[in-house]
């Protein structure tokens, strides 16, 4: 009969067993299951009882609520239920004093029962169980729930929820996995403090060391709140198991300084417990052609981590840009991201355009602390990669120099990142090895060749495989490269600008051998160097061009070459121009009917622009 007066029901919590349950008091329920016998209830994810059909008072379906009497306890722990219906009713919870125990602590406990107050990282459907990756405030770790092949566990459970998790911990395949038998929903205040705490305590793991910079730079120390900034995002990241992509400029700095962010991260991601597999599963490294975020490599990049959200429950990525990102041609890409919310940083010493900084929440840039572009790529990420985990700091401290004079840097830093490692490295070892690098990465277009890279930069420990692979990719770019000028140089163009520079043209398009090592861009630089050591102590400048580009090469001329290609978008109606790069050294696209109007109209701003004495 249901009660006339206020009705005391309680809720068990997910941590309650047998002995928190008593005989004449009402709980609420979930109805599980019917038989022919009566109804199943749930009272919490450890118990469930039995309302005989003659104690069923209305009907009901399946995860409908329920409210019960306890009518007896059996000796074997089955529980008889009958239902009741109270007019007027106050809901307590019933709690059992637990001790929770930390994701960190899990690999004392293999073997026991262990709660666990978490917040939800990833949730991932197999054709078995529904794998949880958990994050606190020490670690992450996994977690797997099975009520049938293939069916989802704990539907109310999304990403992003604090859970209270009870169950085994287990080692499977060499990690350790906690199987669940509870896992309840925490919300309100106690969802709240939970988040609070987790929130907090990641906050301040994530925090990088303070560690000193690997050669003395007043520009990098400058910018070395930017950089810390930069690493704490990607250590945040690392530390609630949000997927990472590293897109770079498929060349020596670009790569360099990827390469150094992605050891970090996986030193780090492994110190988090994570295997190999596990880590380049959140973590993909991915070169780009061109020296910006193109339309073609976010789509790539959204294809693959909306799958992975559908597919897998991850959460949405972290896009990283290194040695691009700076640039109006990469908001269209830009514009995209921010569509589905993904966060984005950048770290750059392409000359910055400020419209970039509102799509993003970072953005180290030599440039924003009076430095320019001779502070590579390669030195930043270096940096970046040590404030993400010092303990990689010996295994990368070559590669700022290798991007230096992969790069033809004329910062002092670039001698003084060469002075670091000159007991291992000479400095035309380094030249060697950004060389071998830049014609791997042709062969290898879009793929990120980890392991090669690896071999060429001398990441495995194994210096003799390194200069047996970069003799021979060297001898190989070599003679590609002269091949490539002998058939380039006899069809050069000369003249001399108003400025007094040296000029010198050259169709890419139809005197050098196409879709081959060196593509349009390297060889118009091989031709640049070689001019300039023709013609030394001059202002040199070299224009190398196809149907419908043009890449600039220059010493001693003060273009800025960003602002040269508005200004050119803006004067020739129909030409279809942009493009930019460095102040000095970039490149320019048009539609190729416009060709020579857009040639024209460069060679006269060249002209214009100011020259100085170039170092010899």
Same mark, same amino acid.
């Given at each position: 009969? &249901?009660?006339?007066?206020?009705?005391?029901? #309680?809720?068990?919590?997910?941590?309650?067993?047998?002995?928190?349950?008593?005989?004449?008091?009402?709980?609420?329920?979930?109805?599980?299951? $019917?038989?022919?016998?009566?109804?199943?209830?749930?009272?919490?994810?450890?118990?469930?009882?039995?309302?005989?059909?003659?104690?069923?008072?209305? +009907?009901?379906?399946? =995860?409908?609520?329920?409210?019960?009497?306890?009518?007896?306890?059996?000796?074997?722990?089955?529980?008889?239920?009958?239902?009741?219906?109270?007019?007027?009713?106050?809901?307590?919870?019933?709690?059992?004093? $637990?001790?929770?125990?930390?994701?960190?602590?899990?690999?004392?406990?293999?073997? =026991?029962?262990?709660?666990?107050?978490?917040?939800?990282?990833?949730?991932?459907?197999?054709?078995?169980?529904?794998?949880?990756?958990?994050?606190?405030?020490?670690?992450?770790?996994?977690?797997?729930?099975?009520?049938?092949?293939?069916?989802?566990?704990?539907?109310?459970?999304?990403?992003?929820?604090?859970?209270?998790?009870?169950?085994?911990?287990?080692?499977?395949?060499?990690?350790?996995?906690?199987?669940?038998?509870?896992?309840?929903?925490?919300?309100?205040?106690?969802?709240?403090?939970?988040?609070?705490?987790?929130?907090?305590?990641?906050?301040?793991?994530?925090?990088?060391?303070?560690?000193?910079?690997?050669? +003395?730079?007043?520009?990098?120390?400058?910018?070395?709140?930017?950089?810390?900034?930069?690493?704490?995002?990607?250590?945040?990241?690392?530390?609630?198991?949000?997927?990472?992509?590293?897109?770079?400029?498929?060349?020596?700095?670009?790569?360099? &300084?990827?390469?150094?962010?992605?050891?970090?991260?996986?030193?780090?991601?492994?110190?988090?417990?994570?295997?190999? *597999?596990? %880590?380049? #599963?959140?973590?993909?490294?991915?070169?780009?052609? &061109?020296?910006?975020?193109?339309? +073609?490599?976010?789509?790539?990049?959204?294809?693959?981590?909306?799958?992975?959200?559908?597919?897998?429950?991850?959460?949405?990525?972290?896009?990283?840009?290194?040695?691009?990102?700076?640039?109006?041609?990469?908001?269209?890409?830009?514009?995209?991201?921010?569509?589905?919310?993904?966060?984005?940083?950048?770290?750059?010493?392409?000359?910055?355009?400020?419209?970039?900084?509102? #799509?993003?929440?970072?953005?180290?840039?030599?440039?924003?602390?009076?430095?320019?572009?001779?502070?590579?790529?390669?030195?930043?990420?270096?940096?970046?990669?040590?404030?993400?985990?010092?303990?990689?700091?010996?295994?990368?401290?070559?590669?700022?120099?290798?991007?230096?004079?992969?790069?033809?840097?004329?910062?002092?830093?670039?001698?003084?990142?060469? *002075?670091? !490692?000159?007991?291992?490295?000479?400095?035309? +070892?380094?030249?060697?090895?950004?060389?071998?690098?830049? #014609?791997?990465?042709?062969?290898?277009? $879009?793929?990120?060749? =980890?392991?090669?890279?690896?071999?060429?930069?001398?990441?495995?420990?194994?210096?003799?495989?390194?200069?047996?692979?970069?003799?021979?990719?060297?001898?190989?770019?070599?003679?590609?490269?002269?091949?490539?000028?002998?058939?380039?140089?006899?069809?050069?163009?000369?003249?001399?600008?108003?400025?007094?520079?040296?000029?010198?043209?050259?169709?890419?398009?139809?005197?050098?051998?196409?879709?081959?090592?060196?593509?349009?861009?390297?060889?118009?630089?091989?031709?640049?160097?070689?001019?300039?050591?023709?013609?030394?102590?001059?202002?040199?400048?070299?224009?190398?061009?196809?149907?419908?580009?043009?890449?600039?090469?220059?010493?001693?001329?003060?273009?800025?070459?960003?602002?040269?290609?508005?200004?050119?978008? *803006?004067?020739?109606?129909?030409?279809?121009?942009?493009?930019?790069?460095?102040? !000095?050294?970039?490149?320019?696209?048009?539609?190729?009917?416009?060709?020579?109007? %857009?040639?024209?109209?460069?060679?006269?701003?060249?002209?214009?622009?100011?020259?100085?004495?170039?170092?010899?």
């Amino acid at each position: 009969m &249901a009660d006339s007066y206020e009705t005391v029901v #309680y809720s068990l919590s997910p941590n309650c067993g047998l002995g928190e349950v008593e005989e004449g008091l009402i709980y609420a329920g979930t109805v599980q299951g $019917f038989a022919n016998f009566g109804t199943f209830v749930q009272l919490n994810a450890r118990l469930k009882g039995l309302v005989h059909k003659s104690n069923i008072l209305q +009907e009901h379906e399946e =995860r409908d609520q329920i409210f019960v009497r306890v009518i007896n306890i059996r000796n074997n722990g089955n529980i008889d239920l009958a239902e009741v219906i109270p007019k007027v009713f106050r809901l307590e919870t019933v709690t059992k004093a $637990f001790k929770v125990t930390k994701l960190a602590e899990i690999g004392k406990q293999v073997g =026991r029962s262990v709660t666990l107050e978490t917040k939800v990282a990833q949730i991932k459907q197999t054709s078995g169980p529904t794998i949880f990756t958990l994050v606190d405030e020490s670690g992450s770790g996994n977690a797997a729930a099975f009520i049938e092949a293939g069916v989802r566990a704990y539907p109310e459970v999304e990403l992003g929820n604090a859970v209270l998790v009870t169950g085994e911990v287990m080692r499977r395949q060499n990690q350790l996995q906690i199987e669940v038998s509870s896992m309840q929903v925490l919300s309100g205040d106690e969802g709240q403090a939970v988040h609070t705490r987790i929130e907090e305590a990641l906050d301040a793991r994530a925090e990088p060391e303070d560690i000193p910079l690997l050669v +003395e730079s007043e520009v990098m120390t400058a910018l070395r709140p930017e950089l810390r900034k930069v690493a704490k995002l990607i250590r945040r990241a690392v530390l609630e198991a949000q997927p990472i992509i590293l897109r770079h400029h498929a060349d020596a700095d670009g790569i360099c &300084a990827a390469v150094a962010v992605e050891q970090a991260v996986i030193s780090l991601m492994r110190e988090e417990g994570d295997d190999l *597999d596990t %880590a380049y #599963y959140l973590f993909k490294r991915s070169p780009s052609k &061109a020296p910006f975020y193109e339309i +073609e490599d976010i789509t790539r990049d959204l294809d693959f981590a909306l799958k992975d959200h559908e597919r897998f429950g991850q959460k949405l990525p972290l896009i990283v840009l290194m040695d691009n990102g700076s640039t109006e041609e990469d908001i269209p890409s830009m514009k995209m991201a921010r569509v589905y919310g993904l966060p984005m940083i950048v770290v750059d010493h392409h000359h910055p355009d400020a419209i970039v900084d509102e #799509y993003l929440i970072a953005h180290a840039n030599p440039y924003h602390v009076g430095g320019d572009f001779g502070i590579t790529a390669g030195m930043l990420g270096a940096e970046v990669a040590r404030l993400i985990y010092p303990g990689i700091s010996d295994r990368i401290r070559h590669l700022p120099a290798v991007a230096g004079v992969g790069d033809r840097s004329e910062a002092p830093e670039r001698q003084r990142f060469l *002075d670091l !490692v000159s007991e291992d490295y000479s400095e035309d +070892e380094c030249k060697d090895i950004a060389l071998a690098l830049d #014609y791997e990465q042709f062969w290898l277009r $879009f793929n990120d060749g =980890r392991e090669l890279v690896k071999d060429i930069l001398n990441l495995k420990d194994d210096p003799a495989l390194q200069k047996r692979l970069v003799s021979l990719l060297v001898e190989e770019a070599n003679a590609a490269i002269e091949e490539q000028m002998a058939a380039s140089m006899p069809h050069v163009t000369e003249e001399i600008l108003p400025n007094g520079a040296n000029l010198f043209r050259i169709d890419v398009e139809i005197f050098a051998h196409r879709f081959t090592f060196p593509p349009p861009g390297k060889t118009s630089g091989e031709i640049h160097d070689r001019l300039c050591r023709q013609h030394p102590g001059e202002p040199v400048v070299t224009l190398g061009f196809g149907p419908d580009f043009a890449v600039l090469r220059s010493r001693g001329v003060m273009m800025n070459i960003p602002r040269m290609v508005r200004e050119l978008r *803006d004067e020739i109606t129909g030409g279809g121009i942009n493009g930019g790069g460095h102040l !000095v050294v970039g490149s320019i696209k048009f539609v190729e009917g416009m060709r020579k109007a %857009a040639l024209d109209g460069l060679v006269e701003k060249i002209g214009q622009a100011p020259t100085e004495t170039p170092r010899t």
